[in-house]
C-alpha cells in the first residue's frame, strides 16, 4: 500500500516537472549546482565565524560537553541559512548565467529570438522560492531555535537562567487626568519601574501615580507578583507614601497590597531583548506595548525591525536580478573566483545600504517603512538598469 502511494506521488511529480518548459528546466539545472556551493560555503564560513570558534573555546576551557556543542551548533544552524539564502543566490545566478554566456549559450538563444528577461526568468523564479524560504526560517524556525540554543548552553555550563528574566522594566500608563485649571486632558497616570523580573516576579519595585488630582502617590515595594485570580498586582514588603494637595504627607508600611493596574509590565518584561528572537506577531505585539507604555524610541525600533522581518528575504529577490541580470550580458566570462569577488562586494555595498537606511529609521530620520523598503527599492531598481544593458 505504501509503495503504491510512493510510486503514484513519484509520477505525480514527474508530471509536474514535466509540465515546466524545457527552457526552464534547463537553466534551472544550472543554477542548482552554483546554489548549493553559495550556500555551503557561505554558511560553513559565517557558522565558523559566528558560533563554532566560541564552542570550540568551551569546550577547552569551561568543559562543555562536545554532545552539547554539536547540539548548539545545529540550532543557531538556521540563523546563518537565513544569512546564506540571499548571498548563495546572487553567487549561483552570476556564475551559471556568466558561463552560459561564455560558452555562447545565451547568444545562440537571443539568436533565436529568447530575449534576456525570458533568459533570467527561471532565476527570478528561484529567487522567489528562496525569499519565501527564507520568510519561513526567519519567521517561524529561528526565533525558535536561538531561544533553545540559549538554553541549552547555559543549561549546561551550569548557570542559573531563567526562563523569564529582564532588567530594568518601565512602564508608562497614560489616561484621563484633570489640570489645576479644572480641564481634563490625556496625561500619565501611572509609571511602574523594577529593577528586574525573574520567574515571574518583579524585584524592586516603584510606582509614581498621578491618576488623583492634586495626590501624588509613591508606592515601593521590595517584589511585587501579578495576580490572575484579583487581576491586580500584588506588592509585598514595602510603603506607600502620599503627597497631598495641602502639602502634608502620610506614610504606610505594608507586607501584602493589591494595587489596580494591568498586566502590560508583565507582559513587556517577558518580550525577547533581540528582534530576531521574535516572531512577526509577536514584534507586533511588543511594539503595541512599547507604543501604549509611551517607550517611543523602543516602538520606533520594534516597527523597523518588523519591516525588516519581509525585506531581509526580499534581499534573495534582489541579489537574484542582480546576478542574473549581470552574468547574461553579452561576452561576460567570469570565473569562479570571480564571481565570488564581484558577490562579496555587491553583498557589502546592499548591506551598508541597508545599515545606513535601518539606523536612519530607528533614530527616526526616516519613516520606519522607508528605511526598511528604500534599500530594496533602489537596488531593484539597479537590477533593472542591469537587466536593460543586458537586453541590448
Not at 103 to 129: C, D, F, K, Q
Not at 161 to 167: Q, R
Not at 254 to 272: G, M, V
Amino acid at each position: 500500500m505504501k509503495n503504491n502511494i510512493l510510486i503514484d506521488i513519484q509520477h505525480k511529480i514527474r508530471k509536474l516537472i514535466h509540465r515546466i518548459p524545457l527552457l526552464d528546466r534547463w537553466l534551472l539545472g544550472e543554477l542548482i549546482a552554483p546554489l548549493l556551493f553559495g550556500l555551503t560555503l557561505f554558511t560553513v564560513v559565517s557558522l565558523s565565524v559566528g558560533v563554532m570558534f566560541d564552542l570550540v573555546r568551551k569546550i577547552v576551557e569551561s568543559n562543555l560537553p562536545w554532545t552539547i556543542a554539536v547540539q548548539v551548533l545545529l540550532l543557531k544552524l538556521p540563523s546563518f541559512l537565513v544569512i546564506s539564502f540571499p548571498m548563495a543566490t546572487l553567487i549561483a545566478s552570476l556564475l551559471a548565467y556568466s558561463r552560459l554566456s561564455a560558452n555562447s549559450e545565451l547568444t545562440a538563444l537571443r539568436s533565436v529570438g529568447v530575449t534576456a528577461s525570458r533568459m533570467i526568468a527561471p532565476a527570478i523564479a528561484l529567487a522567489l522560492l528562496m525569499t519565501g524560504l527564507t520568510f519561513v526560517f526567519n519567521d517561524v524556525i529561528v526565533p525558535r531555535t536561538n531561544r533553545s540554543a540559549e538554553f541549552t548552553l547555559q543549561r549546561s555550563l551550569g548557570k542559573a537562567i531563567a526562563a523569564e528574566k529582564g532588567d530594568d522594566i518601565i512602564y508608562s500608563r497614560f489616561g484621563r487626568v484633570t489640570g489645576p485649571d479644572g480641564d481634563t486632558g490625556k496625561g500619565l497616570t501611572q509609571l511602574f519601574y523594577a529593577t528586574k523580573f525573574r520567574d515571574g516576579k518583579m524585584i524592586g519595585v516603584t510606582v509614581l501615580d498621578f491618576s488623583r488630582f492634586g495626590f501624588t502617590q509613591m508606592l515601593v515595594a521590595d517584589h511585587a507578583n501579578w495576580s490572575e485570580a484579583q487581576a491586580k498586582w500584588e506588592f509585598n514588603d514595602g510603603k506607600i507614601l502620599t503627597l497631598t494637595p495641602s502639602g502634608s504627607t502620610t506614610t504606610a508600611d505594608f507586607d501584602r497590597y493589591f494595587y489596580p493596574l494591568s498586566s502590560a509590565p508583565l507582559r513587556i518584561a517577558k518580550l525577547p531583548k533581540d528582534a530576531n528572537n521574535m516572531t512577526v506577531s509577536e514584534a507586533i505585539e511588543a511594539e503595541q506595548l512599547l507604543s501604549d507604555a509611551g517607550d517611543r524610541k523602543e516602538a520606533r525600533r520594534l516597527r523597523v525591525r518588523i519591516q525588516e522581518k519581509f525585506t531581509v528575504p526580499m534581499a534573495c529577490l534582489v541579489f537574484g536580478l542582480i546576478g542574473s541580470s549581470l552574468g547574461a550580458r553579452p561576452n561576460s566570462r567570469t570565473s569562479r573566483s570571480q564571481g565570488f569577488g564581484i558577490s562579496v562586494v555587491l553583498i557589502f555595498v546592499y548591506y551598508v545600504l541597508s545599515f545606513s537606511f535601518s539606523s536612519l529609521g530607528v533614530k527616526g530620520t526616516l519613516d520606519p517603512l522607508l528605511a526598511a523598503w528604500g534599500p530594496v527599492l533602489i537596488s531593484l531598481a539597479g537590477g533593472g538598469v542591469l537587466l536593460r544593458q543586458a537586453s541590448r
